[in-house]
Nanobody, 125 residues
Framework: QVQLVESGGGLVQAGGSLRLSCAAS????????MGWFRQAPGKEREFVAA???????YYADSVKGRFTISRDNAKNTVYLQMNSLKAEDTAVYFC???????????????????WGQGTQVTVSS
């Protein structure tokens, strides 16, 4: 069983930056594809970024060039560096992990087995 705990959310002005962290425990972290998703009020959960166990990275078009996903396998942690934040980035951000050595459908929430509790990011305009 994998437990995921996000941190780093908060309130920031438009144009500012935040770094989210997601600490994992249980399982073999290096074997998991890790993803970040977000959900704004009244909207469906959407893909933000993924870093596969093969070290490939993927981003939603809406965050490409502004967000960077990275991972530190020694610390069992995945990060989401968010720059040039916009009001429309306001959402609860979730990290998620697929099962070991899986990286298919990284953009689909249903492909992830383990989820954190989420952290709120609010961008004021």
């Amino acid at each position: 069983q994998v437990q995921l705990v996000e941190s780093g959310g908060g309130l920031v002005q438009a144009g500012g930056s935040l770094r989210l962290s997601c600490a994992a425990s249980g399982g073999t972290f290096s074997s998991y594809t890790m993803g970040w998703f977000r959900q704004a009020p009244g909207k469906e959960r959407e893909f933000v970024a993924a870093r596969t166990w093969r070290s490939n990275t993927y981003y939603a078009d809406s965050v490409k060039g502004r967000f960077t996903i990275s991972r530190d396998n020694a610390k069992n942690t995945v990060y989401l560096q968010m720059n040039s934040l916009k009001a429309e980035d306001t959402a609860v951000y979730f990290c998620a992990a697929q099962t070991a050595y899986s990286d298919t459908y990284y953009y689909t929430s249903g492909s992830y087995r383990y989820w954190g509790q989420g952290t709120q990011v609010t961008v004021s305009s």
